[in-house]
């Protein structure tokens, strides 16, 4: 599985952005899907994670009610959509997939594939 994040940016604070993931290869629906993000000067931490039906979601206490992950099967995509930007949501966000359950991903479980992730840059 290959995968390509895009919809990075420059945005100001309150602002939103929409970060995307498309996946190759036609496993896609049979991987939990995650998002990360690492900070300059700090370890990567998990953001948010979504089941292979789409019916389970977590997410980090950080972004819970301004951030939300979805998937398109069909286009063979994953979402995180972003509001209320704030300037510590500033880092490069990487897309991640995993055959396992969310829980797992939020917990720091290894991955199995990664992207080369998407800088995002909140200006306060």
């Known amino acids: 599985v290959q995968l390509v994040e895009s919809g990075g940016g420059l945005v100001q604070a309150g602002g939103s952005l929409r970060l995307s993931c498309a996946a190759s290869?036609?496993?896609?629906?049979?991987?939990?899907m995650g998002w990360f993000r690492q900070a300059p000067g700090k370890e990567r931490e998990f953001v948010a994670a979504?089941?292979?039906?789409?019916?389970?979601?977590t997410y980090a206490d950080s972004v819970k009610g301004r951030f939300t992950i979805s998937r398109d099967t069909a286009k063979n995509t994953v979402y995180l959509q972003m509001n209320s930007l704030k300037a510590e949501d500033t880092a490069v966000y990487y897309c991640?997939?995993?055959?396992?359950?969310?829980?797992?991903?939020?917990?720091?479980?290894?991955?199995?594939?990664w992207g080369n992730g998407t800088l995002v840059n909140v200006s306060s």
């Open positions: 991640a997939a995993k055959s396992g359950s969310v829980t797992e991903v939020a917990r720091g479980g290894g991955m199995d594939y």
């Open positions: 979504i089941s292979t039906g789409g019916v389970f979601k």
């Open positions: 290869g036609r496993t896609f629906s049979t991987y939990t």
